[in-house]
């Protein structure tokens, strides 16, 4: 909850501990008795803190030998204590390990591909343990040889409308951080998400649910669309209802043709994607009220 004091307190904190804040962002919602910051601190590794009803984040650089991982990680649970936050969260890139993903992917590959060549150039900071998909792809195909290349395995489930295979994927998901749909059109169950227990990240694509349909992009197309978007959200029991993290549009004109509209909304996804689970990683979304994120 709110209260007189925390920035002063995690300021002493930092500072103490040989830390420099360059900037804060703060925001704190009328009559909501609950805290949001972020502040920037450089002096030279990059750590990340949070929490849920005081929620916090900061980067700053540091002396591990000053300031030891262990001795962090008390410092702001105590801090945590102090001012009634339900949870306390410290990253540590240069020290702690990189989230672990499994992909969940239907035939269309442009989100998978993407989310997988990022990591490739190093600018995903994930540890992708596996893709999962309904479609089986030659070895041949372009996913393939990129997941090859890497060891990572890919696991083909077959579904059908009576049988998702859920408890195969939860057998896959289980124990690992968060889960990322790349346009895998599938409905996850209730039942799914309660005994997965971990944020679960999806692309929605804004033709939806106005066309839908297998070919919805014609549908938009042919119907003389001006705006195409995308939407990052989180995954709930609610159907593509849960906390938005993300959303992007772009115009489309008379002069676009049916290809360059769909090479425009998937650019729009492949984006709206990885900006959402590069902000996930830096621990800069986070939860506020029931449907609604704070993202720094």
Known sequence: MDAVGIVAKLSECIASRGGNILGADVFV???????????RVIESTIIRPGSS???????????????????MDEDFLNLSKMFSAIKSVVKVPALDPELKIPILALKQDHCLVD???GWQEGRLPVDITCVISNHHR???TQVMRFLERDNIPYHYLQTAVENKREREILDLVLNIDLL???RYMQVLSGQFLRTYGKDVINIHCG?????KGGNSS???FDAGVKLIGATSHFVTEELDSGPIIEQMVERVTHRDNLQSFVQKSENLENQCLVKALRWYCDL????FEDNRTVVF
Do not use: H, M, T
Request: charged fraction near 20%; aromatic fraction near 16%.
């Open 284 to 287: 800069r979304v986070l939860p």
């Open 138 to 140: 030659g070895p041949n």
């Open 29 to 39: 919602p009328p009559k909501k008795n609950v805290f949001f910051s972020r502040r």
């Open 180 to 182: 990322v749909l790349a």
């Open 207 to 211: 033709l939806l649910p106005s066309f």
């Open 218 to 220: 014609k549908q938009a």
């Open 53 to 71: 009803y005081v929620q916090n984040c900061s980067e700053f650089v540091f002396d591990p030998v000053k300031w030891p991982r262990n001795q």
């Open 115 to 117: 989310l997988i060549y």
